[in-house]
C-alpha cells in the first residue's frame, strides 16, 4: 500500500530521490535497474507507485507493471504475461526467432521451438522497441513471488540493459536472488518520520497509545497505520510485527458480514486475481456474488479490469487465519470446480483441498507439469511433480513422480532441491534401474555443486546397480553404465587422481561394449586420458584423437559425448576442432532449450578460442558462460571460466583485476579439490609475472604449476614454453619442461607445437648460429599454424635475439611484426617490450 501525502512519501527521501534519477537516467536515453528489497509492509509498493507517478508526470514515460502472485509462482511465464500483456500486439515486430519463442512461451505458438534464454532476448528486444517511441518504466511488485521462467527472463533482461532509455525497477523481499543488480534495502521509518505519519493519518491519537505503537512497529509503515486503525487491542503483549500486521487485517475481517468474509476467502485461495472464478466460486459456496463488494468497501481488495488484488499482500495471511481450516478447503473445491477450462490452475487447488493421498488431484498436477515442461518451464514442472507425488499413494507411482520432478529441478538448475528429491525418490524406489537413474542424478549435482569426488563415487556404485539388476547385460544397459563410466572418469580427470580415473578406465573395459554400441570414441578417449597420467602424452594422444574425430562428424550425438569430445580436442591440441564442435553444441542446446549443457560449452569453448589466440572472442564466451552458470545453478563451471578470464586480462597487463579473479579461482579449488581452476589461477599469474619482466617470480608460479594436481592438468604442458623463456632469461637450465614439452609436441605432430618447441631450443641455444636457424624454423612453422599469439611471441624472442647479436635491421622486421599482432590482440605489456626494442634497435615505434 502507497503510504503516501499525493506523491510525498515521510521519511523517504533519500529513496525518492534514487528513483528521480533512474528516471532521468531513463528521459535521457540511459538504462538503468534497481531492486528495492524489505520486509512486508515496509513501503516498497509505495515507492514504486511513486516511481510510476513520478514517470508519467514529469518525464512523459510510459509504465507497464507486473506483480508476482504466490499460487502463480509455479506456472512459467505468468508474471512476465502479465508484464507484456498490454503490449502483445508488437510481439510480430521482432525477429523470428525471438517472436517465436515468446509466443511458444506464452503458448499462442509451437512448444517445440521454446528456449528460455531466446524468451529473456525478446523481451529485452520488445521493451527496447517499446522505449524507442518514449522513455519506458518497467515496475515488477512482489519479485520474490515471481515464477521462476519469469524471473530469469527479466533479469536476462535486467543485466544488459544499456543505452535503450528503460528504467526497471523491481520491488521483493528477502529471498529474491537479482545477483549483480543495484539494490536499495528499505528499513522502518526514523522516530521523526513515524510520528509525522501518524499525525497525519491519525490525529486523534492519544499520546500513550502513540507511544505504544511507535514503540512496537519498529517503523514500518504499514503496522503503524494498521495498528492505529485498531484503538487499543494492541496496549498487550507485543508480538512479532508479521504477526501484529496479520493481526490488524484480522480484526477488520471480523468486522464484515459472514457472506462477504466467504468472498474474501476466496479471493484469498484464488489469488492470481479472475474475479470471474471469485465470484463463481462464492456463489456455489452459498454467499451473494455481490458479497465482494462490501469487501472492497472496507478497504480490503479493490476490483478492476476482470482482476481482484488485496491493498496488501498479507492480507491474505490474515484472511486465511481468520476463517477454519474447512473452510479454506470448501473454497479451494469450489475453484477447481469453476476452473474446469484452466487445467494448470484447476490441478493446483485440487491439490490444495486435498487432505491425503488423491489420485485425481496428483494425475491432474502431472498433467500440468507436462506442459509446462513442454515450454521448458523446468522449475515449475518440478514444482508440479513433487506435489503430485506427495499426493501419490502408491509407492512405485511415487517413485517415479519424485524421480521426474528430481530431473526436472536440475534441469532448472536448482541443485539443491533436485538432490533433495532424488534422495526422497531412492528411499521409495525398488526398481534398480531407477535408483541407479536417481544416483546418477544426484552425481550431476553433486559435480555441479563442487563436489566431483562424491560424484565419482556415486557414478562408480550407479554403474554397479544397473549392471547388477540386469545380469542379461542387453546394449541399452551397457549404455547406461557405459555413461556413467564415462562420467565418472571426467570427474577423476577435474581432480587429477590417476588411481580414480584409472578405475572408471578398467571398469569401463570391462564392459566389453560392441561397436554398435556408441561409445567406442569415448571409450577410446578415457583409456587415453588414464594412459596420459600414467605414461605420458606419446601413448595416448593416437587413441584419445579418436574421439575428436567422431565429434566432428556426429553433430547430431549426445551433448555430454560431443562436450567430452570438444575438452579432449584441448588436451591433443587440436583447438580448431574443439571450437567447432563447442559451438555447434552451443548452438543445438539453445535451439533445444537444453540449457543445462550450456555454461560446459561456453566453457569448451572458450577455452578454444584462447588457446587459438582468439582473446575477444574468448573473453565474450567465458563471460556469457559465469551468467549461463549462473543462470542454471552450476558455481562448479565458475573457476574455469574465472581462470581463463583472469589468464586474458594478465596478457592485457591488467593485473589487479587479473589477481583478483585468480584468488577466487585458488577459493575454488580449496572448496572443492578441482584441479584445473588452480592451474588457471597459478598460470595467469605467472604470465603476469612474464610480461612485466618478473621472470623469478614467474618461475615460482609456473613450477606450482608442474606440481601436485595441477601437474596433472593439461596447462602443465601449455604452460611450459612460459617456463622455458623464463628460465633462459635467468640464465638457469629448463631440461624438465622442454622434455614435457617435446613429449607432447612430437605426439601431437602439430604444425604450431613444433614451431613453438623450436622457439624454446632457441632460447636455450647458446651458439647464435643454431638459435638462428631454430626461430627461422619456428617463423615458417608458425605460417602454418594460425595462432597470432604464439607467432608474435617467436617474433619478439627473435627479434630481441637479433638486436643482441647485432642484426638490427633484421630485429625490426620482426619487432614491427611483433607489435602489430600485440597491439590487435590487446597484449599491452608484450606490446610495451616490443617496442622498447624496437627502439633499441634504431627504429622509431609507432
Known amino acids: ?3 503516501t501525502g499525493g506523491t510525498a512519501l515521510q521519511g523517504r527521501a533519500v529513496e525518492q530521490a534514487a528513483l528521480d534519477a533512474l528516471l532521468a537516467d531513463a528521459a535521457a536515453g540511459r538504462s538503468g535497474v534497481l531492486v528495492v528489497r524489505g520486509e512486508p509492509g515496509i513501503g516498497k509498493t509505495a515507492l514504486l507507485e511513486y516511481a510510476g507517478e513520478q514517470a508519467r508526470r514529469t518525464h512523459g514515460t510510459a509504465v507497464v507493471t507486473t506483480t508476482g502472485i504466490e499460487t502463480e509462482a509455479e506456472i512459467p511465464f505468468a508474471s512476465l504475461h502479465l508484464l507484456l500483456h498490454p503490449v502483445l500486439d508488437r510481439v510480430d515486430s521482432l525477429p523470428g526467432p525471438q517472436a517465436a519463442a515468446l509466443k511458444a512461451a506464452f503458448g499462442t505458438g509451437p512448444g517445440s521451438t521454446d528456449d528460455q534464454l531466446m524468451v529473456g532476448l525478446a523481451v529485452l ?13 518497467c515496475l515488477v511488485d512482489d519479485a520474490h513471488w515471481l515464477d521462476h521462467a519469469s524471473a530469469r527472463a527479466l533479469l536476462f533482461a535486467a543485466r544488459r540493459l544499456q543505452a535503450e532509455g528503460i528504467a526497471l525497477v523491481l520491488g521483493a523481499r528477502d ?3 537479482p545477483t549483480g543488480l543495484p539494490e536499495l534495502r528499505l528499513t522502518g521509518l526514523d522516530p521523526d518520520s513515524s510520528a509525522r505519519l501518524l499525525a497525519e493519518r491519525s490525529p486523534r491519537l492519544g499520546p500513550p497509545l502513540r507511544r505504544r505503537i511507535m514503540e512496537e512497529s519498529a517503523g514500518n509503515p504499514l503496522a503503524l497505520l494498521e495498528l492505529a486503525r485498531t484503538g487499543d487491542a494492541y496496549g498487550l503483549e507485543p508480538l512479532p510485527l508479521p504477526r501484529r500486521i496479520q493481526e490488524a487485517y484480522g480484526a477488520r475481517i471480523a468486522d464484515l458480514p459472514a457472506a462477504a468474509r466467504t468472498a474474501l476467502l476466496v479471493a484469498a485461495a484464488e489469488d492470481g486475481g479472475d474475479l470471474d472464478a471469485i465470484l463463481r466460486a462464492t456463489v456455489q459456496l452459498g454467499a451473494e456474488s455481490g458479497a465482494l463488494g462490501e469487501a472492497e468497501r472496507a478497504g480490503l481488495v479493490r476490483v478492476a479490469a476482470g482482476r481482484v488484488s488485496f491493498v496488501h499482500p498479507l492480507m491474505r ?3 486465511f487465519r481468520a476463517d477454519s481450516y474447512e473452510a479454506r478447503l470448501a473454497a479451494h473445491r469450489a475453484l477447481a470446480d469453476v476452473l474446469r477450462h484452466r487445467p494448470d490452475r484447476r490441478a493446483w487447488h485440487l491439490a490444495a483441498a486435498a487432505t491425503g493421498p488423491d489420485e485425481e488431484a496428483a494425475a491432474a498436477l502431472e498433467q500440468a507439469a507436462g506442459r509446462a515442461r513442454e515450454r521448458h518451464g523446468h522449475a515449475g514442472t518440478a514444482a508440479a511433480l513433487e506435489r503430485s507425488a506427495a499426493l501419490t499413494g502408491d509407492p512405485a507411482l511415487r517413485a517415479r513422480r519424485l524421480a521426474a520432478a528430481a530431473r526436472a529441478a536440475a534441469d532448472a538448475g536448482l541443485t539443491a532441491r533436485a538432490k533433495s528429491l532424488a534422495e526422497s525418490a531412492e528411499r521409495d524406489s525398488t526398481d534398480p534401474r531407477t535408483r541407479a537413474a536417481l544416483q546418477a542424478l544426484r552425481a550431476r549435482t553433486a559435480f555441479d555443486d563442487g563436489d566431483p569426488g562424491t560424484a565419482h563415487a556415486l557414478l562408480l556404485g550407479a554403474a554397479d546397480t544397473v549392471l547388477k539388476a540386469c545380469e542379461e547385460g542387453t546394449g541399452e544397459v551397457r549404455v547406461a553404465a557405459g555413461m556413467m563410466l564415462v562420467d565418472a572418469a571426467r570427474d577423476a580427470w577435474q581432480l587429477g587422481d590417476t588411481g580414480r580415473l584409472r578405475e572408471a578406465a578398467d571398469r569401463l573395459a570391462a564392459l566389453r561394449l560392441r561397436p554398435e554400441d556408441g561409445l567406442d570414441p569415448a571409450v577410446a578417449a578415457v583409456t587415453g586420458a588414464a594412459v596420459f597420467l600414467e605414461r605420458g602424452p606419446a601413448y595416448a594422444l593416437p587413441t584419445m584423437r579418436t574421439l575428436v574425430a567422431d565429434g566432428r562428424r556426429n553433430r547430431s550425438g549426445a551433448p555430454a559425448l560431443r562436450i567430452n569430445a570438444a575438452f579432449v580436442a584441448g588436451l591433443v591440441g587440436d583447438f580448431d576442432a574443439g571450437r567447432e564442435i563447442s559451438a555447434a553444441v552451443a548452438a543445438d542446446c539453445r535451439a533445444r532449450g537444453d540449457l543445462g549443457w550450456l555454461p560446459l560449452a561456453h566453457l569448451t569453448l572458450a577455452a578454444s578460442e584462447l588457446y587459438l589466440g582468439r582473446f575477444r572472442d574468448a573473453e565474450a564466451t567465458a563471460v556469457e558462460g559465469l551468467q549461463a552458470a549462473a543462470d542454471t545453478g552450476q558455481p562448479n563451471r565458475a573457476g ?9 586480462l594478465a596478457v592485457r597487463g591488467d593485473e589487479a583485476r587479473s589477481a583478483e579473479l585468480a584468488a577466487r579461482c ?19 599469474l605467472a604470465l603476469g609475472d612474464l610480461g612485466q619482466g618478473r621472470f623469478a617470480k614467474a618461475l615460482e608460479r609456473l613450477d606450482a604449476v608442474t606440481t601436485g594436481p595441477a601437474g596433472r592438468q593439461i596447462q602443465s604442458v601449455y604452460s611450459a614454453p612460459d617456463r622455458i623463456e623464463a628460465s633462459a632469461r635467468l640464465g638457469l637450465p629448463a631440461d624438465e619442461p622442454l622434455a614435457r614439452f617435446t613429449e607432447w609436441s612430437d605426439a601431437s605432430g602439430l604444425a604450431w607445437a613444433d614451431a613453438v618447441l623450436h622457439r624454446c631450443r632457441a632460447l636455450l641455444e647458446p651458439d647464435w648460429a643454431t638459435a638462428h636457424d631454430l626461430f627461422g624454423t619456428a617463423v615458417r612453422r608458425h605460417a602454418e599454424s594460425g595462432r597470432p599469439w604464439e607467432a608474435a611471441r617467436t617474433r619478439l624472442l627473435f627479434g630481441e635475439r637479433l638486436r643482441r647479436e647485432r642484426h638490427k635491421t633484421d630485429a625490426r622486421l620482426h619487432l614491427t611484426a611483433a607489435l602489430d599482432t600485440f597491439g590487435r590482440l590487446g597484449a599491452t605489456p608484450w606490446a610495451d617490450r616490443a617496442r622498447a626494442e624496437l627502439r633499441a634497435a634504431g627504429a622509431r615505434a609507432p
Open 1 to 3: 500500500m502507497a503510504v
Open 125 to 137: 528486444s520488445l521493451l527496447s522497441e517499446l522505449a524507442a517511441d518514449a522513455p519506458l518504466l
Open 175 to 177: 529471498g529474491f536472488d
Open 317 to 319: 495471511g490474515a484472511v
Open 640 to 648: 574455469y571460466l574465472q581462470g581463463m578470464l583472469a589468464w586474458i
Open 666 to 684: 585458488h577459493d575454488h579449488f580449496d572448496a572443492t579439490g578441482i584441479a584445473n581452476s588452480l592451474a588457471w589461477a597459478e598460470w595467469a
